[in-house]
């Protein structure tokens, strides 16, 4: 009996994971018998099934001080379930990468882990679930996170792995993930009969798009076109040979990121960059919304560099400046914008020059009294046809401080409420007043989750407050970029 117990308490400390990649699958553990007597022998600490992480994310091991176990069980496993602005998804991965003591009372919680593993994958990080998995002990005792493991696995093309993490699972066999892996792995292995069995019962739950590629891998009936949805439709879909491109566009964003080809090359930025200003314009004005933009700006990124750095004479600098913010390079922003002078240029007038100068603000990470007192201004002369007043909204939340005139003008601003419940922005408020870093970002992703464009901007404005006075500065400054860049392009 004694034994027994010894073996119950060494056993989820002692069992590694599945390792990544080539690594074997680890053998069974010995048990030492007790200690001899007069040996001092340690008690074991409590497992924490958060303290795995990926590669240094910039995050405190103290992020889930103080933090609500029950606020982490209800919004942790929403995150990356809808689309997410690019600032909100930064900041999700780096929240579920980072290795860190769990909050209080979720460190064994096998289900919220798995959750944690899958919302990576669904964020297009498998390098960071590998991380976490490879360093996550007694793999085989949870059904969640021995699935978000398969799912990496098989993401990754080592169908083996996948097969064994299948077969060494041992709680909820039954469930309808591990019968229909199992089906493939049988098929894989040549044990027809028994493949045929599983998918037999795998085909009680429904599933058009699975039944019709496992039934073809299996020989009876036609595999139509590919399915990229999740790692297991790609394994099939690799087997059976199909063409995965035009299955590209709707895959998982794993998949997405592990399979989409390059862009062709952009013609603005072949030959000599300081000649290439024409088409690099026409390039940036074809794009539309923030994400076409954003990707377009780091295509030409190099040929705006070298127009900045040749201070040379633009047709539309004010566009090539927020294109430079967009593709990272501040100093080619701010050096084109040095170059401008009076409140006109080619292309923009006085308002334009003012939103320009708060997106260099605060994508430097600070912004001056001047600064924001001329958003304000324009906002209220604008106040009718521009964006002026929600940046100086989003500034101000920044931390910019404004002159006693100013404070009056953006007091009087009518600028629309966001979709948040008054209760949840006040509870990301109270969240980053007491300093609880996690907390405060979930609640602030959670006001953040409504589509790829993100929150309103009354919204973000109380995003990027909260996140500054949290101490989570990067996240802050990526909302109020983002939300800035936002608004100047259409």
């Given at each position: 009996?004694?034994r027994k117990?010894?073996?119950?308490?060494?056993?989820?400390?002692l069992?590694?994971g599945?390792?990544?990649?080539?690594?074997?699958?680890?053998?069974?553990?010995?048990?030492?018998?007790?200690?001899?007597?007069?040996?001092?022998?340690?008690?074991?600490?409590?497992?924490?099934?958060?303290?795995?992480?990926?590669?240094?994310t910039?995050?405190?091991?103290?992020?889930?001080?103080?933090t609500?176990?029950?606020?982490?069980r209800?919004?942790?496993?929403?995150?990356?379930?809808?689309p997410?602005?690019?600032?909100?998804?930064?900041?999700?991965k780096r929240?579920?990468?980072?290795?860190a003591?769990?909050?209080?009372?979720?460190?064994?919680d096998?289900?919220l882990a798995?959750?944690?593993?899958?919302?990576?994958l669904?964020?297009?990080?498998?390098?960071?679930a590998?991380?976490?998995?490879?360093?996550?002990?007694?793999?085989?005792?949870?059904?969640?996170?021995s699935?978000?493991?398969?799912?990496?696995?098989?993401?990754?093309?080592?169908?083996?792995k996948?097969?064994r993490?299948?077969?060494?699972?041992?709680?909820?066999?039954a469930?309808?993930?591990?019968?229909?892996?199992?089906?493939?792995?049988?098929?894989?292995?040549?044990?027809?009969?028994?493949a045929?069995?599983?998918f037999?019962?795998?085909?009680?739950t429904?599933?058009?798009?699975?039944?019709?590629l496992?039934g073809a891998?299996l020989?009876?009936?036609e595999?139509?076109a590919?399915?990229?949805?999740n790692g297991?439709?790609?394994?099939?879909?690799?087997?059976?040979?199909?063409?995965?491109?035009?299955?590209?566009?709707?895959?998982?964003?794993?998949?997405k990121?592990k399979?989409?080809?390059?862009p062709?090359?952009?013609?603005?930025?072949?030959?000599?960059?300081?000649?290439?200003?024409?088409?690099?314009?026409?390039?940036?004005r074809?794009?539309?919304?923030?994400?076409?933009?954003?990707?377009?700006?780091?295509?030409?990124?190099?040929?705006?560099?070298?127009?900045?750095?040749?201070?040379?004479?633009?047709?539309?600098?004010?566009?090539f400046?927020?294109?430079?913010?967009?593709?990272?390079d501040?100093?080619?922003?701010?050096?084109i914008?040095?170059?401008?002078t009076?409140?006109?240029?080619?292309?923009?007038?006085?308002?334009?020059?003012?939103?320009?100068?708060?997106?260099i603000?605060?994508?430097?990470?600070?912004?001056?009294?001047?600064?924001?007192?001329?958003?304000?201004?324009?906002?209220?002369?604008?106040?009718?046809?521009?964006?002026?007043?929600?940046?100086?909204l989003i500034?101000a939340?920044?931390?910019?401080?404004?002159?006693?005139?100013?404070?009056?003008?953006?007091?009087g601003f009518?600028?629309p409420?966001?979709a948040?419940?008054?209760?949840?922005?006040?509870a990301?408020?109270?969240a980053?007043?007491?300093?609880?870093k996690?907390?405060?970002?979930?609640?602030a992703l959670?006001v953040?989750d409504?589509g790829?464009?993100?929150?309103a901007?009354?919204?973000?404005?109380?995003?990027v407050?909260?996140?500054?006075?949290?101490?989570?500065?990067?996240?802050?400054?990526?909302?109020?970029?983002?939300g800035?860049l936002l608004?100047?392009?259409?």
């Open positions: 009996m004694v117990v010894v073996a119950a308490l060494a056993l989820p400390l069992t590694a599945l390792a990544h990649a080539q690594a074997p699958t680890p053998g069974p553990v010995e048990v030492q018998p007790l200690a001899p007597a007069g040996m001092q022998v340690q008690s074991l600490s409590a497992l924490d099934l958060f303290s795995a992480g990926s590669a240094n910039g995050l405190p091991a103290d992020l889930w001080r103080g609500s176990a029950p606020l982490v209800d919004i942790l496993p929403t995150l990356g379930a809808k997410m602005s690019p600032a909100a998804a930064g900041l999700a929240l579920l990468a980072t290795g003591a769990a909050p209080e009372g979720a460190g064994d096998a289900e798995g959750a944690r593993v899958k919302g990576l669904a964020l297009g990080d498998v390098d960071a590998h991380a976490i998995i490879d360093r996550t002990p007694n793999l085989s005792a949870s059904a969640t996170l699935q978000a493991a398969a799912e990496a696995a098989l993401i990754d093309g080592d169908d083996d996948a097969c993490i299948g077969e060494a699972v041992t709680v909820d066999r469930n309808i993930y591990w019968v229909r892996l199992r089906a493939f792995c049988q098929a894989r292995a040549g044990e027809t009969d028994a045929q069995l599983s037999t019962l795998a085909n009680q429904r599933d058009p798009t699975y039944a019709r496992m891998a020989g009876t009936g595999p139509g590919a399915s990229l949805r297991l439709d790609y394994a099939l879909s690799r087997q059976l040979k199909l063409p995965l491109d035009a299955a590209v566009a709707g895959a998982a964003p794993a998949l990121a399979l989409a080809a390059p062709p090359p952009n013609p603005a930025i072949v030959g000599d960059y300081t000649e290439a200003e024409a088409s690099t314009l026409a390039f940036l074809k794009a539309k919304g923030l994400a076409e933009f954003t990707a377009a700006a780091k295509d030409v990124a190099p040929a705006i560099a070298a127009q900045a750095q040749a201070k040379a004479v633009l047709q539309d600098p004010v566009l400046a927020r294109a430079a913010v967009a593709a990272g501040l100093a080619s922003a701010q050096a914008r040095a170059g401008l009076g409140d006109t240029v080619p292309g923009a007038g006085p308002t334009d020059l003012a939103l320009l100068d708060a997106l603000a605060a994508a430097g990470g600070k912004v001056d009294a001047p600064t924001l007192d001329r958003v304000v201004e324009r906002g209220r002369i604008d106040a009718a046809k521009s964006n002026a007043q929600p940046a100086a500034l939340a920044f931390g910019g401080a404004m002159g006693p005139e100013a404070r009056a003008e953006f007091a009518a600028t409420r966001g948040a419940l008054p209760a949840r922005l006040t990301l408020d109270a980053a007043e007491a300093g609880l996690g907390e405060a970002a979930l609640l959670s953040a409504v790829a464009a993100g929150p901007p009354a919204d973000r404005a109380r995003i407050q909260a996140l500054r006075r949290a101490g989570l500065e990067t996240d802050a400054r990526a909302f109020a970029v983002e800035l608004l100047q392009v259409k």
